[in-house]
């Protein structure tokens, strides 16, 4: 079975500061791994993926996040945030083959200030 | 294009009434999705659908629920009798391409369930 751990609950951060968002995974086979994003009050759309290849993924609105397999993570970062970032992000894992449900980290809460 | 579709967004009921909870998959996918969502337990899929078939419903609470998927444009979430603790918001999702689970899935913006 596959699990996702996301230690920070929450994250406050200040406008056009980086921001890294942490994410391990624990598999005994090879995976797939995602990033979702949860604005208020909607549901949940993908920010990126990996899938193979290049272990640095770059996603939508300026994010990205890199595959390291040593350490079962999947981080995401963005140089330089926006208050319209604030969100919920989730990680998510799958294994690549067979069919299989997508497993959700618990979130974190990603808030911008001015 | 139309994403998933789920009605109703907003639904109070009071404990011990019958819940149904609707989604329409996005055109074309073959797998249907079932998840909630609630403070205390984060995301939790309950059920999914491939072709139409369940695959695996161990998610699935209780057998107060039940979802059905009699065609692949449409599928249920029925709750009977709902109880306080099912509040929650129930995200329906949908993905193309039963062999591919790189696959994207696509979230539907979800039911929130308030149970009084």
């Known amino acids: 079975a596959q699990s996702v751990t996301q230690l920070d609950s929450q994250v406050p951060v200040f406008e056009e500061a980086p921001v890294e968002l942490r994410c391990n995974y624990s598999?005994?086979?090879?995976?797939?791994l995602f990033w979702y994003v949860q604005y208020p009050n909607q549901g949940l759309q993908l920010l990126l993926k990996?899938?193979?290849?290049?272990?640095l993924v770059k996603g939508i609105n300026g994010f990205e996040a890199e595959f390291n397999k040593s350490q079962t993570s999947f981080h995401l970062r963005k140089p330089s945030v926006h208050i319209s970032d604030t969100a919920e992000y989730f990680c998510?894992?799958?294994?690549?083959?067979?069919?299989?449900?997508?497993?959700f980290g618990t979130g974190t809460r990603l808030l911008v200030s001015p | 294009d139309a994403g998933v579709i789920q009605s109703p967004r907003h639904e109070v009921t009071e404990m011990g009434q019958e819940v149904t909870l609707r989604c329409k998959p996005i055109?074309?996918?073959?797998?249907l999705f079932w998840y909630r969502q609630t403070m205390m337990r984060g995301l939790e899929l309950l059920i999914y659908?491939?072709?139409?078939?369940?695959?695996?419903d161990s998610g699935m609470p209780e057998d107060r629920f039940s979802a059905k998927m009699p065609n692949a444009s449409f599928s249920t979430l029925k709750i009977q009798p709902s109880e306080p603790r099912d509040s929650a918001v129930y995200f329906c999702?949908?993905?193309?391409?039963?062999?591919?689970?790189?696959?994207?899935?696509?979230f539907g913006e979800g039911s929130w369930l308030t149970v009084v």
């Open positions: 990996y899938l193979s290849g290049s272990t």
């Open positions: 659908f491939n072709n139409n078939v369940p695959i695996d």
């Open positions: 998510a894992v799958t294994p690549n083959t067979g069919f299989q449900k997508l497993v």
């Open positions: 999702a949908s993905r193309g391409d039963r062999e591919k689970p790189g696959n994207t899935i696509y």
């Open positions: 598999s005994s086979v090879s995976v797939y």
């Open positions: 055109s074309g996918h073959n797998s």
